[in-house]
């Protein structure tokens, strides 16, 4: 498949990097070899997936110069079949430089890990900032696809969600016409509470079905406490709801590429 993704949303506390590794440890585990791309500046995909002190070349070294293999930026980790390229916050530095050279430097992470991950990998992930950033940019460049997580606790998730489609339809009709919106996943679902309800009975009303993930991602206490840990939610808490869902998550992952729907 080498299919790329970028896990996107101006707004933090959504859950992106939640999602973007307990949904790559999930297909890891139905045999799909995956990496993870943390193009993240804070780190968070990192912390949870590599030890700091493992790590010699990363992200950063790919951004600022033609010269490291990709291959020495990428570490195993704790989990068979899922790998990372982390990141090191030295990495937000080159933000200014980058942005000098833009529209061509927003080519860089593309041009660095698209062939080999396409190559050597099922499905790469790639974890984004809060913003609407260069390395936002950067990364719906390098992608096929995008998801959208929306936190479902707060009125507030909507607000952003519609530049964030207009900015993965302005790439796409301009620079990486192979872009498309995978899907929106809907997180921190709490069916007893009403903001919750309104939310996901808001975005079933404006969007298709094949606009938004059947599977959305219950609130559960022990994801914090797995981040904690540093373990995604299916090595923590193996038999938790939180598991559970992204195991669901990842069976209707794969059915939507498997059935051509992801093109």
């Known amino acids: 498949m080498g299919a790329i993704i ?7 506390g959504v859950g992106k990097t939640t999602l973007t590794v307990n949904l790559g440890h999930a297909l890891a585990n ?3 070899k995956v990496l993870i791309v943390d193009n993240d500046a804070q ?3 990192s912390s949870l997936l590599v030890e700091p002190d493992v790590i010699s070349d990363s992200i950063y070294e790919l951004y600022e110069s033609d010269e490291t ?3 020495r930026c990428v570490y195993p980790t704790a989990y068979d079949g899922l790998f990372v390229i982390p990141n090191s916050e030295e990495t937000a530095a080159l933000e200014i430089s980058l942005n000098k050279g833009i ?18 990998f099922d499905f790469t992930f790639i974890d984004t900032p809060p913003n609407w950033g260069f390395f936002v940019l950067s990364s719906l460049h390098a992608a096929d696809c995008v998801i959208v997580p929306i936190l479902c606790s707060s009125r507030f998730s909507m607000e952003g969600l519609t530049r964030a489609l207009e900015l993965i339809e302005g790439v796409r009709q301009r620079e990486n016409p192979d872009l498309r919106l995978l899907r929106l996943v809907v997180n921190n679902v709490d069916k007893r509470t009403a903001i919750s309800r309104v939310v996901t009975d808001k975005l079933r009303r ?3 079905e094949d606009v938004l993930f059947k599977t959305s991602i219950p609130t559960n206490t022990q994801f914090s ?3 904690m840990e540093g ?5 923590f808490s193996p038999r938790s709801v939180g598991a559970k869902y992204y195991r669901n998550l990842a069976t209707e992952f794969l059915e939507i590429f498997e059935d051509g729907t992801a093109s």
């Open 231 to 235: 373990k995604s939610i299916i090595r």
């Open 69 to 71: 293999p990709i291959e």
């Open 225 to 227: 406490q797995a981040e």
């Open 6 to 12: 970028a896990i996107c949303n101006n707004k933090g």
């Open 43 to 45: 780190c968070n995909a």
């Open 30 to 32: 139905r045999g799909k």
């Open 103 to 120: 529209p061509a430097t927003y080519l860089r992470l593309r041009n660095r890990i698209r062939e080999y991950a396409i190559k050597n």
């Open 206 to 208: 404006l969007f298709d």
